[in-house]
């Protein structure tokens, strides 16, 4: 766990009470014991890290101490041995740092997802939520199966919401990832406005400019958009509306024909390698 994301701030002491899966998480997963650290991500999406002030296993309750020093490894106080530091309970890079870094790229990625199998279309939103998507737009396509776009109802949007919490957490992605309701082609290109934008195409498209050679050529775009579609692909009549009138540019990656859930993780390490 890179952050926790919490459901409510802290009180005015600074203090926060975990509880339910997330204390099982931290006791029995993590094993945190007190003194050890946390980033914590608040409501207003700020990053802060914490101290596990006291972990009460009878109650299942872990309080954690906002810190007012954010380094994930702020100094506790000298002894014989010298300085003695806080443990935080995430191995190699911190969300702190993942943050800095994120903050240094302007630009926000709109995937524009063909609705899928249900466990598909969960795998996709999980791999967009740590590649840091900003939104996620089911698209409703000729290919998309009925069943699949009924699956999206109902309770649906609370378990998305757990899958992005869990992967946001997993990967410390300080981006807020958000999945939209379902809705058209039409709908979708007339909603999100790109600055530039490409859709993953399965057969061969005419030699043109690449990717990485569009994406330096448009420095200032801050809204890249990518479409994907689901099993099946994407119809020729879909693809003529984005590429005619959704001004989306064709890519074809020279590969095998791939997984809709392994295509958009492909497409959109792509895009971001180039815009890199």
Request: glycine share 8%; hydrophobic share 35%; charged share 25%.
């Amino acid at each position: 766990m890179r952050q926790l994301i919490l459901d409510k701030m802290p009180d005015k002491k600074g203090i926060v009470s975990v509880e339910g899966s997330d204390f099982k998480y931290l006791r029995q997963v993590l094993r945190v014991k007190s003194g050890d650290m946390i980033n914590l991500r608040l409501l207003d999406g700020t990053l802060q890290n914490s101290t596990v002030a006291a972990v009460d296993d009878k109650s299942k309750k872990i309080l954690l101490q906002i810190c007012a020093n954010t380094s994930s490894n702020a100094s506790v106080g000298s002894g014989a041995q010298g300085t003695v530091t806080r443990g935080t309970v995430t191995r190699g890079v911190q969300a702190e740092e993942i943050q800095s870094e994120v903050a240094s790229l302007s630009q926000e990625y709109i995937l524009f997802q063909f609705i899928p199998k249900p466990q598909k279309f969960e795998q996709i939103v999980r791999q967009a939520t740590e590649c840091g998507v900003k939104t996620i737009v089911p698209v409703i396509g000729e290919y998309s199966e009925k069943s699949s776009l009924l699956a999206l109802q109902g309770n649906k949007k609370d378990r998305l919401e757990k899958i992005i919490r869990e992967a946001r957490q997993q990967s410390g992605s300080p981006v807020e990832t958000v999945v939209t309701e379902a809705m058209t082609l039409g709908e979708a290109l007339g909603r999100y406005e790109r600055d530039v934008a490409f859709v993953l195409y399965e057969r061969q498209v005419d030699e043109g400019t690449s990717t990485a050679e569009l994406l330096k050529t448009n420095p200032q775009a801050k809204k890249i958009g990518i479409a994907c579609g689901c099993e099946g692909g994407i119809s020729p009549n879909e693809i003529e509306l984005l590429t005619k009138k959704g001004l989306f540019i064709p890519v074809h990656f020279s590969v095998n024909i791939l997984r809709c859930e392994t295509a958009a993780l492909y497409g959109l390490a792509a895009v971001q390698v180039a815009r890199s």
